[in-house]
């Protein structure tokens, strides 16, 4: 026997369960609204539950800059959008580029901090002595290197954001459908979604949403959906450290030389990870790799995952001594594989399907906790038909994809500046 929901969102990530409770919370005081949230394993069990969980907004699009300043000031204020609040720490960030860089690559930084002035997002360029006071001079500093300060950036528990997710979820009263797949999704005479098959029964529905991240080709595939989504690893690594080695109020440290975000959390540990690969030919890669796993994106939970190679991890060392020279030895305290869900141009995809007017992709290209509350707002407005002048989003439309080869999106996206700070 088959359910009926108005909406129905597939995928149980920070992307899905925000844009099911924002739905659920405005739908509230209408009768018979209801929303239900299929997840083919746990809340927050795929990328959400290895996320950076670090909010900022420097960026080289303009508009996911003011999207992400805007998502900052909801993670702030989470509490009056959800109903449940979430433990932040506002750690303020520091950029670190090379200044013996080219003259391009040095004024792409100078346009950056520009671009952001004009759209409200304080990221200004910092001099060598500023940086050392921001870090308390136990950072290895250089008269080779350029710094940049964003203050407004925010640093999150991970996995107190999946704890919020699933009370919100509750006190919200989306109704979440765990440990179940989905198996195909069928279309009427005119086009439009009419229900969502499971391995537990049949749900008919008025919208659905894609929030399946990685898992969304093998979900949409046969409606004819071109969803280009890769898996990039990411490698993660902890060392415990003196609680003199660093200051407690550390910034978060995106380190463009050393390619590592460095923060310290959780009492005496420096959390480290890689930024996402800006190589055109290693994106690719990270494509070929995809149709050829076996796995498809449930590599995400293979357990092997849960640990970092001897190979990784003498290459994380060098980058800590280098950065932090005070720690001296560091102490492995653990790490795990990753991943980020990239798209060819490492833009997300937000907005309506070209092709199925009831359909509306949410997929975070390897940002999805950042963006969480904001794009549950607007998919949120999307279906109620709000309106949102100030927002285009065009540039993150899933058509930007539809009627392209992989060779024609590689080569269209070579011609476009990707500049390494994205």
């Known amino acids: 026997m088959s359910q009926h929901y108005n909406i129905v969102v597939v995928g149980g990530g920070c992307l899905g369960s925000g844009c099911a409770i924002s739905l659920a919370r405005e739908l509230s005081n209408r009768e018979n609204s209801k929303v239900c949230l299929i ?12 996320h950076s969980a670090i909010v900022r907004s420097a960026n080289a699009s303009a508009t996911a800059a003011r999207l992400a300043r805007r998502s900052t000031k909801l993670w702030m204020n989470l509490k009056d959008v959800w109903g449940v609040a979430t433990p932040w720490q506002l750690s303020g960030a520091i950029w670190i580029g090379h200044i013996n860089n080219t003259a391009a690559g040095q004024s792409s930084w100078n346009r950056l901090a520009e671009a952001m002035s004009e759209n409200g997002i304080d990221f200004q360029s910092i001099d060598k002595n500023r940086a050392e006071e921001l870090t308390s001079g136990h950072m290895r500093l250089s008269s080779d290197e350029l710094y940049f300060y964003e203050p407004n950036v925010l640093q999150l528990e991970a996995s107190g954001v999946i704890q919020t997710l699933q009370e919100a979820l509750k006190l919200n009263n989306v109704k979440v459908k765990e440990h179940t797949r989905v198996i195909s999704i069928s279309v009427d005479e005119y086009g439009k979604i009419s229900g969502v098959e499971t391995d537990r029964g049949i749900i008919t529905c008025d919208f659905v949403i894609n929030a399946a991240g990685a898992w969304s080709p093998r979900v949409f595939d046969h409606l004819g959906i071109q969803i280009p989504i890769a898996l990039e690893p990411v490698y993660a690594a902890n ?7 660093l200051p407690e109020n550390l910034p978060i440290i995106a380190d463009f030389i050393n390619q590592a975000y460095f923060r310290r959390w959780r009492g005496s540990i420096l959390h480290m990870h890689q930024p996402r690969n800006r190589d055109k030919a290693e994106i690719s890669a990270a494509f070929r790799h995809s149709h050829l796993n076996p796995l498809g994106a ?60 009831n359909l509306i992709h949410c997929l975070g290209g390897g940002q999805s906790l950042k963006y969480a509350p904001v794009f549950g707002e607007i998919v949120r407005d999307l279906i109620l038909e709000k309106n949102n002048n100030d927002i285009d989003l065009k540039e993150f439309s899933i058509e930007r994809f539809y009627g392209k080869s992989m060779n024609e999106l590689w080569k269209e996206n070579n011609n476009q500046p990707n500049p390494h700070y994205l």
């Open 39 to 50: 997840e083919k394993a746990v809340i927050g069990a795929g990328l959400s539950s290895r």
């Open 239 to 245: 060392w415990l450290i003196s609680a003199n080695d």
């Open 298 to 357: 449930d590599i995400i939970f293979d357990a092997r995952n849960f640990a970092v190679t001897h190979a990784q991890l003498n290459h994380y060392d060098g980058k800590v001594r280098d950065r932090f020279p005070s720690i001296g030895s560091p102490l492995y305290a653990g790490g795990y594989v990753s991943y980020f869900d990239i798209t060819p141009d490492l833009k997300f995809i937000i907005g309506r399907d070209g092709k199925i007017s």
